[in-house]
C-alpha cells in the first residue's frame, strides 16, 4: 500500500487562486519532507526541504512567498502556491523518508497542476 | 559537478530481451545509498532497487538487479526481460548520510519494442 499520499491529484484553476496541495506519511513520522517540481521529460528539481516543527529550507530560486511550506506535524506537510499563475503549471511531487541512508524516499503520485 | 550523471535519454530494447541504464555518480563520502526509480507516464515514482556503499554483493530484486562497481563510481541498473510494462522513465538517485537530500540523475527514458 501506499506510503506517502498527495492530495489531490489534479488541479485546473484560474489565474490568481491559491492552491494547497496535501502531502501525508502513513507508514512513519517523518521529520523530513521533501517538495519536488517537475517539467515534461525532465528530472525532479527540489523546491524545498519541509522540516517538522520549523521554517523550510528553500533551494535557490525558488520564491518563498510563492511557494508557502508548512510541516505542522510529524505526519503532514503542505505546499500552498499562492497567487497561482500559468507559469506555476507544472507536475509538483512530495515525499518523505526515514532517516537512516539506506531508506529510499516514498513520493506521493503527484499532483498536476494546470492554471488557465 | 554532477553528483549524478546518466548519459542515455533515452533507450529501446526488444521485448524479453535485457537491457542496462547507465548510472555514474560523485562523492567523497565513504558512506552513501544508491536508488533507482521507475517513474511511469503517470506520473508516479516507484522505488526498484537500493545498493549500499558498503554491500558486497549487487543488489538484485525479482528482473531488476544493479551492476555496481565502486571503484568506477558506478551503479548501473539491469532489467532481464524486458516487458512492455517497462516502458518508463528511470532515474538514478544517491543519498549521502550528511543531510537528508537525495540527488537525482536527469532520467533515461525506456521503450520496449514488441
Known amino acids: 500500500g501506499a506510503v506517502v499520499s498527495q492530495h489531490p491529484s489534479r488541479v485546473i484553476c484560474k489565474s490568481g487562486t491559491s492552491v494547497k496541495i496535501e502531502c501525508r506519511s502513513l507508514?512513519?513520522?517523518?521529520?523530513?519532507m521533501f517538495w519536488y517540481r517537475q517539467f515534461p521529460k525532465q528530472s525532479l528539481m527540489l523546491m524545498a526541504t519541509?522540516?517538522?516543527?520549523?521554517?523550510?529550507?528553500?533551494e535557490q530560486g525558488v520564491e518563498k512567498d510563492k511557494f508557502l511550506i508548512n510541516h505542522a506535524s510529524l505526519t503532514l506537510s503542505t505546499l500552498t502556491v499562492t497567487s497561482a499563475h500559468p507559469e506555476d503549471s507544472s507536475f509538483y511531487i512530495c515525499?518523505?523518508?526515514?532517516?537512516?541512508?539506506?531508506?529510499?524516499?516514498?513520493f506521493g503520485d503527484g499532483t498536476r497542476l494546470s492554471i488557465l | 559537478a554532477q553528483k549524478i550523471t546518466q548519459t542515455q535519454p533515452g533507450m529501446f530494447v526488444q521485448e524479453k530481451e535485457a537491457v542496462t541504464l547507465d548510472c555514474t555518480y560523485d562523492?567523497?563520502?565513504?558512506?552513501?545509498?544508491l536508488f533507482w526509480y521507475k517513474q511511469p507516464s503517470s506520473g508516479e515514482m516507484i522505488f526498484l532497487i537500493y545498493?549500499?556503499?558498503?554491500?558486497?554483493q549487487n543488489a538484485t530484486e525479482g528482473r531488476y538487479s544493479l551492476n555496481f562497481q565502486k571503484a568506477r563510481k558506478s551503479a548501473n541498473l539491469v532489467i532481464s526481460a524486458s516487458q512492455l510494462g517497462d516502458s518508463a522513465m528511470y532515474f538514478c538517485?544517491?543519498?549521502?548520510?550528511?543531510?537528508?537530500?537525495?540527488?537525482f540523475g536527469t532520467g533515461t527514458s525506456l521503450t520496449v519494442i514488441p
Open positions: 515525499s518523505a523518508s526515514r532517516d537512516t541512508s539506506n531508506q529510499p524516499q516514498h
Open positions: 507508514d512513519f513520522q517523518a521529520t523530513t
Open positions: 519541509s522540516n517538522e516543527g520549523s521554517k523550510a529550507t528553500y
Open positions: 562523492t567523497s563520502d565513504p558512506s552513501y545509498g
Open positions: 545498493q549500499g556503499s558498503y554491500d558486497q
Open positions: 538517485a544517491m543519498r549521502e548520510p550528511t543531510g537528508n537530500q537525495f540527488y
